[in-house]
């Protein structure tokens, strides 16, 4: 998928001091965020009595599958009621995506966590494994890369990211799925320190101000 692809251009630097970082990064919030991780996790166990921690399969660089952690925001059958909303018509998003505004299948705890996206703060984990880095394209659900077009498949010449181009935006849930394609491949493209230091101080920033689940 990578070979000779014209918006993947080589930079070993950059790549092994990105990697450098994600690992110092990652290993580090989780052993200063371990205390509020387990008392999310209890607390989410007590809302309805299963388990806190959602394991789905997503797809990494180069189409590679990898185990996805999150804390559950929504109730057990999920996935069930999803598909039941799918085949409703219900879908909100263009594209291969699915989003629908106030999901019902969210709890109440679900929703606060979402809020300030610390359903997320597991994939701490998938970043110090090497599965995923800080920054770069979400990685999107197996279903949905069946869909894409060998253009939206460019999304996954690079690691999925904790935060994207498409995070940062204020208006990004008006954004079509295109737009969003357009904006990863941007930043494949454009991958710099600079730019990686842009999308985190600005997504921390909507995180801490409780914009980042709007």
Known sequence: MAANNPILKK????DFFKRLFDLLASGLALLLLLP???LLLLIKFLEDGHNPVY???RVGKNGALFPFFKIRSMSPKADLL??????QGLNEADGPAFKIKDDPRITPFGKWLRKWSLDEILQLLNVFLGHMSVVGPRPPLPQEVALYTEEQKQRLLVKGGLLCLWQIQPNRHSISFDDWVKSDLEY???RN???DLKIIFT???MILSGKSGD
Do not use: D, H, T
């Open 193 to 195: 320190f600079r730019l």
């Open 36 to 38: 509020a991780i387990l």
């Open 188 to 190: 494949i493209e454009k």
């Open 203 to 205: 997504g921390a920033y």
């Open 11 to 14: 930079k070993p630097f950059y």
């Open 55 to 57: 394991i789905s399969k």
């Open 82 to 87: 999803k598909q039941e909303m799918m085949e």
